[in-house]
């Protein structure tokens, strides 16, 4: 039980990094996106220069991040005997993958940078620089998880 419990925090640890990081530098390449009063993605996302919104997204920061990783990490329990027998490169592989497949880019929700955001959304919200943009950071964050996992969780 405690191998589990490990997990699942070591899990989250590479999560939130990764999270935090990824979505730092591409929030650099996205400004316009987010920030300002004709972002792209005004219509849906919480206004991050409005204080109280900005607040409930930073109080809400971490507690989400920790269930989604806990939720991502219960799911490997079955096969963590079978992900701790394969080398660094098959795990940093594995789990990168998976992340950026399962998370991101085969999402059942339609966003900028899914497969079904290609296929529902507007053309606004998935010309190319928009995609590749949002993509950047679903493959950073997939880089950076697959080689935290790789190091930490096995």
């Given at each position: 039980?405690?191998?589990?419990?490990?997990?699942?925090?070591?899990?989250?640890?590479?999560?939130?990094?990764?999270?935090?990081?990824?979505?730092?530098?591409?929030?650099?390449?996205?400004?316009?996106?987010?920030k300002g009063k004709d972002r792209l993605y005004k219509g849906f996302f919480r206004d991050m220069e409005n204080q109280e919104e900005?607040?409930?997204?930073?109080?809400?920061?971490?507690?989400?991040?920790?269930?989604?990783?806990?939720?991502?990490?219960?799911?490997?329990?079955?096969?963590?005997?079978?992900?701790?027998?394969?080398?660094?490169?098959?795990?940093?592989?594995?789990?990168?993958?998976?992340?950026?497949?399962?998370?991101?880019?085969?999402?059942?929700?339609?966003?900028?940078?899914?497969?079904?955001?290609?296929?529902?959304?507007?053309?606004?919200?998935?010309?190319?620089?928009?995609?590749?943009?949002?993509?950047?950071?679903?493959?950073?964050?997939?880089?950076?998880?697959?080689?935290?996992?790789?190091?930490?969780?096995?």
């Amino acid at each position: 039980m405690l191998i589990y419990v490990k997990f699942s925090l070591l899990f989250f640890i590479a999560h939130f990094v990764s999270y935090i990081i990824a979505g730092v530098i591409d929030l650099q390449l996205a400004k316009k996106m987010y920030k300002g009063k004709d972002r792209l993605y005004k219509g849906f996302f919480r206004d991050m220069e409005n204080q109280e919104e900005s607040m409930r997204v930073a109080k809400l920061l971490i507690p989400s991040q920790f269930v989604r990783a806990i939720l991502m990490s219960v799911v490997l329990y079955p096969i963590l005997p079978f992900l701790q027998t394969l080398s660094f490169w098959q795990q940093f592989l594995f789990m990168g993958s998976l992340v950026f497949v399962y998370a991101d880019f085969s999402s059942a929700v339609p966003f900028s940078n899914t497969i079904e955001g290609l296929v529902y959304l507007k053309k606004e919200f998935v010309e190319k620089r928009v995609f590749w943009t949002i993509q950047f950071e679903a493959i950073l964050y997939s880089l950076l998880f697959g080689f935290l996992a790789a190091l930490f969780l096995f």
